[in-house]
C-alpha cells in the first residue's frame, strides 16, 4: 500500500504545473534574480501569463510608435519608468513622434520617470502641456534639438513635473529667461541643465535660475553669447558645494571674474570647458588650478589666447587627477610648459591632450608628455609645424598602444570635452 502511494504522489507531482504551483509574486521574485536581459526577455516566452508578468516588470523601453501601438504598450508595461523616444539626425522616420504621441504617453504611462525625446522636430508645446498635465512624477526630460518648443510648453513642463532633476534644451532656440525663472520657483531639486545654443538665455535668466535652484551639478551654456560672468558668477556661489561640470563654449563675454569665482567658491569642479573664452587670463587660470587641483579632471581652453606657459605649467603641477586637456589655438604655449613633468616623480592620469594649432610645442615637448602619461589614449597635434609622424618615429617615443595620434583630422575626436 506504501509503495502505491508514493507513486500515485509521483504521478500528481508529475502533472502539477508551475503555474498552478507558484503565485505571481512569486514568479515576479524569480524574474528578479535573472541579471541578463536577453533571459528576461526568454522569460517572457515561456507562456502568456509569464510574458504579462515580464511586461509588468519591464522598467525600460526605446521604441518607435504610434498612437496606437503607445496605447498597447502602456496597456502591457504599466510599471515603465524609462521611455526613449528619441531620433537619430541621420536615420529620422516618418512622421516621428507627434503631439498625440504625446497626449497617449502622458495619460498611459503615469509612472514615468524618464523621457527622451531628443531630435524630435514635430512636436510642440501642446505635447509639452500634456507632459506637464499628466507625467507630475518626471525626473528626467531630454528635449534638445525639438526647434518648435517655446516658453509656454517648457514653462507647463516647470510648473507640473515639480520633481524635474535633468532638463536638457539644447538647440531650443526659442527659449528664453522666463523657462528659467519657473524652474526656479517650481523645480528646486533640478541638478542638470543643458541650455547648448540658447541664445536668448541672459545673466537675468541665470540669477534667478540661482535664486530658487542650488543644487545643481552640470549646466551646459555652451553657445549662449548673451550671457556674461555676472549671471554665472551667481550661479557658482548659489551651487557653490554641488557644482561639478560647468560648460561655457564660444560665451564670448566671460572673463577673470567667472573664472575666479569658481576658484573661490566651487572646489568641487570637475569639468570645465572655456573654449573662446578669450578675455580669461593667465593669473585666473592658475586661482582656478590651485583652489581645484584635487578635482579637476577635464579643462577644455582652446582659442584662450592669454594662456601661457605659466598657467599650463600649473595646470600640469597642481591638477594631478588631470585626464583630459584641450589647449589648441593657445599660440604662446611652449615645450616649457610640460618641463614641469620631468620635475616630478609620479606620472599624469592624462589620457586626452590636444595641442592643435600650437607652434610652439614641437617633437621635444610631446616627448615630456609621453614619458610622464602612461595612460594617454588620443592626443591631437594637427597643424603643429614642429609635429609630424616622421618627426615621431624618428624620435622613438613609446606611446601606449591604445593611444591614436591625429595628425590630419582623419581620427574622430572623443567627445569628452565637447
Known sequence: ?????????????????????????????????????????????????????????????????????????????????????????????????????????????????????????????????????????????????????????????????????????????????????????????????????????????????SSGCRHIRFLDINKCSNVSDVGVSSVSRACSSSLKTLKLLDCYRIGDETILSLAQFCDNLETLIIGGCRDVSDDAIKSLAIACGSTLKNLRMDWCLNVSDSSLSCVLSVCRRLEALDIACCEEVSDAAFQVLSDEEAGLSLKILKVSNCPKITVAGIGIVVGKCEYLQYLDVRSCPHITKAGLDEAGFHFPECCKINFNGSINEPVVLL
Open 1 to 209: 500500500m506504501a509503495s502505491n502511494s508514493i507513486v500515485d504522489d509521483a504521478v500528481l507531482v508529475s502533472k502539477l504545473c508551475i503555474n498552478d504551483a507558484l503565485t505571481d509574486d512569486e514568479l515576479r521574485s524569480i524574474l528578479g534574480r535573472v541579471e541578463s536581459e536577453k533571459d528576461k526577455e526568454t522569460f517572457g516566452l515561456v507562456c502568456k501569463r509569464w510574458l504579462r508578468l515580464q511586461s509588468s516588470e519591464r522598467k525600460k523601453l526605446a521604441a518607435r510608435a504610434g498612437p496606437l501601438m503607445l496605447r498597447r504598450m502602456a496597456d502591457r508595461f504599466t510599471r515603465l519608468v524609462e521611455l526613449d523616444l528619441a531620433q537619430s539626425v541621420s536615420r529620422s522616420f516618418y512622421p516621428g513622434v507627434t503631439d498625440s504621441d504625446l497626449t497617449v504617453i502622458a495619460n498611459g504611462f503615469r509612472c514615468l520617470r524618464v523621457l527622451n525625446l531628443h531630435n524630435c522636430k514635430g512636436i510642440t508645446d501642446v505635447g509639452m502641456k500634456a507632459i506637464g498635465d499628466g507625467l507630475s512624477f518626471l525626473q528626467s526630460l531630454d528635449v534638445s534639438y525639438c526647434r518648435k518648443l517655446t516658453n509656454k510648453g517648457l514653462s507647463a513642463v516647470a510648473e507640473g513635473c515639480c520633481d524635474l532633476r535633468m532638463l536638457h534644451l539644447a538647440g531650443c532656440r526659442f527659449v528664453t529667461d522666463a523657462v528659467l525663472e519657473d524652474l526656479s520657483k517650481n523645480c528646486h531639486n533640478l541638478e542638470e541643465l543643458g541650455l547648448q545654443g540658447c541664445t536668448s538665455i541672459t545673466d537675468d535668466g541665470l540669477m534667478k535660475l
